[in-house]
């Protein structure tokens, strides 16, 4: 049987130091997912899939950028973005969750609370088809946008009193997307936030967070199953 195509849309990547040690975005997106799916990487400032049926379905990745910031490619995606709506499935991680957003009718802003970093907790609202008897998940963070306008055809499947749209579901397509992201190991999770000490709040606390135990390897595998069209077993 065919593996299933995923295509990595490739929105930015680490500090040029981090990814020496750590490899780029679309890496991190292969080691959560693992093999069993043929993998292409689109840099989506230099080009985009000619039309959404090159691959079965999409990532898109974090990014440095906010999604209200003057980048032709930014624009480029969110007009992507609606021509693959319901012709591929789509997921998207932090500033993907975001793009997402604004492409289908919500809105991005900077938060007010300023900074979400190290490990944080998501409480869980439904159990999709894709999910497992989890109530709640420890996940590593990295933002200081959030969605504050909701997309229509879209529902708050997770979040947190810090950020209250942390999981997105949407009804009128094969999407979803997180505002959390489980393709940082906790070694690159903290070496990220190192990186901007100087301008994150609590640092040191973020840092120690990060050893605590995490869901990075169960929300990976709600991806899968939402990639592979599986339900969860709800044991």
């Known amino acids: 049987m065919p593996s299933t195509k995923i295509g990595i ?33 689109y840099d989506v400032a230099d080009a985009l899939p000619a039309t959404p049926e090159e691959q079965d379905a999409y990532i898109v990745t974090g990014s440095p950028a906010g999604v209200y910031e003057d980048h032709a490619w930014i624009e480029q995606l969110i007009g992507w973005l609606r021509q693959a709506k319901g012709r591929a499935k789509l997921v998207g991680i932090c500033f993907g969750h975001q793009v997402m957003a604004e492409a289908f009718g919500g809105r991005v802003a900077q938060s007010d609370k300023g900074w979400g970093i190290g490990l944080h907790r998501y409480q869980l609202h439904e159990r999709t088809e894709w999910m497992d008897h989890a109530a709640a998940i420890a996940i590593p963070v990295s933002h200081q946008d ?44 903290k070496a990220l936030i190192e990186a901007r000490r100087d301008r994150l709040p609590d640092p040191d606390a973020a840092i120690a967070s990060l050893d605590q135990p995490d869901d990075r390897e169960r929300v990976a595998g709600w991806i899968r199953r939402f990639l592979d069209g599986l339900a969860a077993e709800r044991s």
Do not use: K, N, W
């Open 146 to 189: 959030q969605i504050v306008e909701l997309p229509p055809f879209s529902r708050i499947v997770g979040g947190s009193d810090f950020c209250r749209v942390g999981i997105l579901a949407y009804e009128d397509q094969p999407a979803i997307s997180f505002q959390c992201h489980p393709e940082f190991e906790p070694a690159f999770a």
């Open 9 to 41: 849309l490739e929105t930015g990547g680490p500090p040029r130091e981090l990814a020496e040690r750590f490899g780029d975005y679309a890496a991190m997106m292969r080691r959560m997912l693992g093999e069993g799916y043929a993998y292409a990487t």
